[in-house]
């Protein structure tokens, strides 16, 4: 009954719409701000909802369509509609904005209002991002979301925000204008800006790497692979909490979304000529951001780091596909790369939520993201403890855990296609582990390490919401993968068997 | 001599300027110095109703007068409202402006409308000579503008600078069309292309020759590098109402007179202008937007902004194609609104002894005036061409003509360098919302009646436009392919 409703506009528009209208009745009010914040985000959360329950599984089509003619001048559409893959992104979009909208409650006091109004027309632009059929429309989306955290990141950060927002907004900036230059070629040569037209589109391998190349400089700079993730520390640890699980939760994953949407349907030639380079990069992001990750001092930063790690994972579940290929010579293993990837993913988001909330917790109390200042939590905040030793084990990749099955898919995937690739993809699990528990060792456990931690008091009422939310979809997911694998599969194995086929 | 009295209609909203400028200037003579609203709101209304004229007169037809040496087509009609509208938010905005500073005088207004009216032959002229008179008619005009604040020496100074570089380029011109009459035998743009096509080899160097001067003169009014010397000194030293005017509605001009005379009459010369075109566009978007980042004056970092937005126009027209030619209209026609907006707030933060000029004057402006912070912004992020804003558009256009010429690599500068310029936006956004206002200037700004009215639509125009932009990209196809 949902199939013909403008579903995806509401969920576009209502809160960017919601979001100028909390800053124009909330300025001076900020009980009023807060409120209609929260109503805006929990009313597109609930009006999502459908498109879980009515997405049909079993077929690979896009879904909830609607289009509309925008600027016929360049044939191009306001073009919306889901798939297998954006589907699940969009509800984790929906999900984690309500997640932020509460936890800014108490611990933004500056401007409130804006700083509602930023994330829910963020989460408006994120939504259309990931709905986008038109490659403008899509790369519209992609860029603007940029205005509204480069805000954020610059008004309610840390001392050296400028700094880090700038470098945020010009490495992402820089990484995208490549891909316009690519998507309008592609529109020359098909005359269409349907991103399904580009998929069915005949290219050369030299100008496949060229356009792989340009999708790798956007999409590689978001997700963030070495050599381009510096600028993500930088913007995690002065970001306000809210922008840093944002960012963790979501805006990384758009790196991965645009991999699964634009460079291997679009250019799976190039993708199979150069997916050795894409598996090293990613296998250095495991290994050696994971080592990097162990030393870092900041809790922000280290969860920063982890989150690049675990993101080479995705990537690294995508790349496989050939690999397995030719090894294998079945593509059987290359769809379970690419599920794992997905799940690791939508696992991710909530994990690293959870992880800079946790954080933020601690920072609203005592103003440090110091591990040094730390030590002994346990004692003083019993419940705390408890939720941060569990994402803490999910982040691990512990069984039972979200983490968990990701990982295990895309090991899986990786033994398929070479045992030393899936033994370096595997030491990730001794390293995650290696800092995670270090860094609960730090903070959590031990003697009551100064008279601030003394003074700590526990987890209120919301806190202990928002950690339970999370918590509990870490540990559904953990247990019971089944019904995300279910609306994935059929737009999966239709990806793989496009990539299948060479365009050359 | 048989004389045929000439098709006037097409002329009517230019001899309806002349007219009301001329008696503008007469009553304005009669005028106390206390009444000289009288003459804003009559130049103001000229404006009004020669867009009514034009709108009402539109049509899809190409009409040509007065032994063929004056056109009205499409293109004319849509580049003269939008020469309108600017002049029209211009004179708005500089009102305040020359009030407190009491130089409110009359001359202002007369001159901006004769200027207007050298803009509306260059947009329409359909012979050498006409462009050339029409451009004249503008540069004049322009040059008593820029001087006309006289007890200021800066723009006194800039005045000389103008004037002494704008001579040269109209020398140069002239020294052009010379060579091009010469080898052609006309004056008419229609005869020279068709000359053009028929040409013998032979022909072509001297041809070229002068085509070299057509271009180098074309680039020194538009303010192209390596020509482009007087733009941030004459934008930093004019008042700051008449920089708000030379840098918005003269580049729709320009844009015409480029249009009629390289790609309407030296059309068939088009692989040589091309060459010539990207060597000014490449330079001008690197030039631009390197030293744009070092200027401390918002004034003179707009200069440089323009001289990139400048290598982005030309990127549309070298390409050579009709969407390429559309494309450079529509950016020229954002840029026109961007820049009359992003000028009007200079205009805006200025009072009576304090100029604003200095970018360090934008300091803290979301504390002052979180509305006027979040137009800027808009105004900002369109000038660097980051979506939502109508900028990106303008870009996209552009770079699609790049791609669709084969010139992917140019498209591959254009977008590094703008990757450059988005800093220097961004810093100005950076010290709106994230530092604190200067000492002395902490005091919320309060806006001025019609002033902030305009400027808010101007700002909200560029997000509507960019949100909805399938309109004017529409209306600038039909322009040019019809």
């Known amino acids: ?504 | 001599m048989n004389f045929e009295i000439p098709n006037f209609l097409p002329a009517v909203p230019e001899m309806f300027v002349l007219g009301m400028a001329c008696l503008i200037l007469v009553i304005d003579a009669f005028l106390p110095d206390s009444r000289r609203d009288v003459t804003y709101g009559l130049v103001q209304a000229t404006l009004v109703a020669a867009a009514g004229l034009t709108l009402w007169m539109m049509g899809p037809e190409t009409v040509l007068t007065f032994s063929d040496t004056f056109v009205k087509d499409p293109m004319a009609d849509i580049l003269k409202v939008a020469v309108y509208v600017t002049s029209f938010l211009v004179f708005l905005y500089s009102r305040p402006y020359l009030m407190e500073r009491g130089i409110h005088k009359g001359e202002f207004y007369v001159l901006g409308l004769f200027a207007v009216l050298g803009m509306m032959i260059m947009i329409s002229g359909h012979n050498l000579l006409t462009l050339y008179l029409g451009l004249e008619l503008l540069s004049l005009s322009s040059y008593a503008l820029v001087a006309f604040w006289r007890d200021n020496s800066r723009a006194t100074e800039a005045a000389m600078k103008y004037f002494v570089l704008g001579a040269l380029a109209s020398g140069l011109l002239l020294y052009g069309m010379s060579m091009i009459y010469g080898m052609t035998g006309s004056l008419d743009i229609a005869v020279i292309a068709a000359e053009l096509v028929a040409a013998d080899e032979s022909l072509n160097i001297p041809l070229v020759f002068g085509l070299v001067f057509l271009v180098v003169a074309i680039a020194f009014k538009l303010g192209a590098v390596p020509f482009h010397m007087w733009v941030p000194d004459v934008y930093d030293g004019a008042p700051t109402a008449v920089t708000l005017f030379i840098a918005t509605a003269p580049k729709i001009a320009a844009f015409a007179f480029l249009m009629r005379l390289l790609v309407e009459g030296m059309g068939p010369l088009h692989a040589d202008w091309q060459g010539m075109l990207i060597i000014l566009a490449v330079l001008s978007l690197a030039v631009g937007n390197v030293i744009a980042i070092a200027q401390t004056s918002i004034k003179r970092m707009l200069a440089y902004s323009t001289i990139a937005h400048i290598g982005f126009l030309f990127m549309g027209i070298l390409a050579g194609t009709d969407s390429g030619y559309a494309s450079a209209m529509f950016y020229v026609i954002v840029y026109a609104i961007t820049a009359a907006g992003g000028f009007g707030m200079i205009v805006f933060l200025s009072r009576k002894g304090y100029e604003a000029d200095q970018i360090d004057d934008f300091k803290g402006l979301a504390k002052r005036n979180p509305w006027f912070a979040f137009i800027m912004l808009l105004l900002l992020f369109s000038m660097a061409g980051v979506p939502p804003t109508v900028g990106f558009y303008a870009k996209l256009a552009v770079i699609q003509a790049a791609v669709g010429a084969d010139l992917v690599w140019l498209a591959i500068v254009a977008v590094i360098f703008s990757i450059i310029g988005a800093f220097y936006y961004l810093r100005v956004v950076k010290m709106m919302f994230f530092d604190d206002p200067q000492e002395g200037a902490e005091e919320p700004v309060q806006p001025s009646g019609a002033l902030a009215t305009a400027l808010s639509i101007n700002g909200l125009a560029v997000l509507l436009l960019g949100i909805f932009p399938g309109l004017l990209l529409s209306l600038t196809h039909y322009a040019i392919i019809g």
């Open chain 1, 1 to 504: 009954m949902f199939a013909d409703w403008p579903i995806l506009s509401l969920l576009i528009w209502l809160p960017i719409l919601g979001g100028f209208l909390v800053l124009a009745a909330g300025r001076d009010a900020p009980h009023v701000a807060r409120r209609l914040g929260l109503a805006v985000a929990v009313a597109t959360f609930v009006a999502s909802l459908p498109l879980w329950f009515a997405f049909e599984r079993g077929t690979a089509d896009m879904q909830f369509q609607e289009l509309a003619s925008w600027i016929p001048a360049f044939n191009v559409n306001y073009h919306l509609g889901v798939d297998g893959i954006s589907m699940p992104l969009i509800l984790l979009t929906t999900l984690i904005t309500v997640v932020v909208v509460i936890a800014a409650w108490e611990s933004v006091k500056d401007r409130i209002a804006y700083y509602m109004a930023a994330m829910l027309v963020m989460e408006g632009l994120m939504i259309g991002m990931f709905a986008s059929m038109d490659a403008v429309l899509f790369y519209v989306f992609f860029e603007a979301m940029l205005i509204p955290m480069f805000l954020v990141i610059g008004i309610w950060g840390g001392p050296r925000r400028v700094y880090a927002t700038i470098k945020f907004f010009l490495y992402t900036f820089l990484g995208s204008v490549f891909m316009l230059v690519a998507l309008i070629w592609m529109y020359i040569q098909s005359g269409s800006f349907l991103i399904q037209d580009f998929h069915a589109l005949q290219i050369g391998l030299t100008a496949q790497i060229l356009i792989f190349l340009a999708f790798f400089m956007a999409f590689a700079v978001k997700i963030p692979m070495f050599p381009v993730h510096t600028w993500l520390p930088d913007a995690h640890v002065e970001a306000p909490t809210g922008g840093s699980v944002i960012l963790a939760a979501i805006m990384l994953k758009i790196g991965g979304y645009g991999f699964l949407r634009f460079s291997l349907p679009i250019t799976p030639d190039a993708s199979a000529v150069l997916d050795t380079m894409m598996i090293v990069l990613s296998l250095i992001a495991i290994v050696y951001i994971g080592l990097v990750a162990l030393i870092q001092s900041d809790m922000k930063k280290l969860i920063a780091y982890s989150s690049i790690a675990h993101m080479g994972f995705v990537t690294l579940g995508f790349f496989l596909a050939f690999y397995i290929y030719s090894n294998t010579g079945d593509w059987e293993g290359a769809s379970l790369g690419i599920a794992g990837g997905m799940v690791q993913m939508i696992s991710h988001g909530f994990i690293s939520a959870a992880m800079f909330l946790a954080v933020g917790v601690l920072y609203d109390r005592l103003h440090s993201r110091q591990i040094a200042d730390y030590g002994g939590v346990v004692n003083t905040m019993p419940w705390f403890a408890a939720f941060f030793v569990l994402f803490a084990m999910a982040n691990t990749g512990l069984p039972g855990t979200s983490g968990f099955v990701g990982e295990f898919m895309v090991i899986l995937a990786a033994f398929k296609a070479d045992f030393w690739i899936a033994f370096l993809a595997a030491t990730t699990l001794i390293l995650a582990a290696g800092y995670t528990l270090w860094l609960v060792k730090r903070v959590i456990f031990g003697a009551v390490a100064n008279e601030n931690v003394a003074g700590l008091s526990d987890m209120n009422r919301r806190e202990f919401f928002l950690m339970g939310v999370l918590a509990f979809f870490t540990l559904l997911l953990g247990v019971w993968p089944a019904p995300l694998l279910d609306v994935m599969n059929a737009t999966i194995d239709h990806l793989v068997a496009h990539i299948a086929q060479s365009k050359l």
